[in-house]
């Protein structure tokens, strides 16, 4: 079965509201082993819904739309099916009662615009909506399925688990898509992909790779009717993926790389502190995201100027021969970190995080810094990117330092 969202309203096109709803669907239906093979989004327009409708309508089996299905003027999700279909929409008694059983019981008079809410075409039924006042819609003619749900992800849910998917689930049977995701770090999207460029080609399972913020994702995917079998063929995959890539690997599906770090520590019976400078404090907030980070992690400081890193003891000799951002100074504000604050071990990050060359070091340049237990060293990497990705990449680097060093 090939599945195709649509999610209908003007204020997902400005950018008003984040359309998590299709995230959640696309989750949903491969789960159920449902291929999604196109998403949409289209404003508060009929003529503009009825083309993506019909362009949906020639290429997929199921078609699910959320949002539009509202009782003002420019909720045309209703309307837009049944033109889609060429039927009339009519009111159902049952459903009217249904809605002005609704506002009774919460002391309101139904207003006269909602009797929309109410209406069905011959080819559809009504989906429940207990907790709201728009009901769906399950609409089908010639073996293709749409479906129509409120956008309001609370509403959407609840109708999708309760009411769409029992079905779904019926009309499927046992075929399945099992994922894993295994989580990257220290190599790029491109030389990852090149690395297991062979894996990419295979057609099921599957293998692609998608560049992340904390590193490279490469996800697995294996379709079958038998979840056994697809679980075997994942599991067959990422051993093959592991083999290549090896320590490059820091864990996988919601494993976080600040976790796995944290866990490294504690097993250990080691402590951790930071010093940061590009990265403003994003490096200690990203390890004390996990809980039971007081285990091993002491503290840490952002000194953004050259003043304050030497106030904390860092070697002025080291800024002064080699400048601020250099793997000298990084090394100083690992050692300064660890050596104020008595800890086992000390990362530090130093850089340009803007487009523009700073004192002759290019924008972009990062070096992060690593004092465990006495030994040093420091790495360079360079991400011409967005403040904020930059950021999280370097404080995503300087954490991979540190676990490539325990690992060793």
Sequence with gaps: MKAELLSVGTELL????????????????????IDLYWMSTVGDNMGRLLEVLQRAWSRSDLIICTGGVGPTDDDMTREGIANLFGEEMAVQPELAEHLR???????YEMPARNIKQATLIPSA???????????GWWAERDGRVVIAMPGVPSEMTRMWENEALPE??????????????????????????????????????????????????IRIGAKSNDPDEAQQMVCEMEAKVRAILGVHIYGCDNETLEAVVGAMLRERGLSLATMESCTGGELANLITDVPGSSDYFLGGFVAYSPE???????????????GVVSAETAI?????????????????????????????????????????QGKTKALQQVATVARPVFKARASAYALNLLRRSLLE
């Design 14 to 33: 400005l950018g008003e509201i984040v359309d998590t709803n299709s995230a959640y669907l696309a989750r949903s239906l491969q789960e159920l082993g």
């Design 101 to 107: 059983a609704f506002f009774r019981r919460r002391g």
């Design 125 to 135: 039924r009504a989906l429940a909506n207990p907790i709201g006042t728009a009901p």
């Design 168 to 217: 779904l689930r019926r009309r499927q049977g046992a075929a399945v898509i099992l994922t894993k995701t295994l989580k990257v770090v220290g190599v790029g999207e491109s030389a990852a992909e090149d690395m297991i460029r062979e894996l990419v080609a295979s057609p099921n399972p599957t293998v692609a790779t998608y560049a992340k913020s904390d590193g490279v994702h």
């Design 308 to 322: 304050m890193k030497v106030s904390l003891g860092v070697d002025p000799e080291a800024i002064a021969r080699h």
């Design 332 to 372: 100083a504000m690992a050692k300064a970190a660890r050596q104020r604050t008595g800890a086992d071990a000390a990362l530090s990050t130093t850089g340009v995080a803007g487009r523009e060359p700073v004192d002759g070091v290019a924008g972009g340049t990062m070096f992060l810094g690593l004092d465990l």
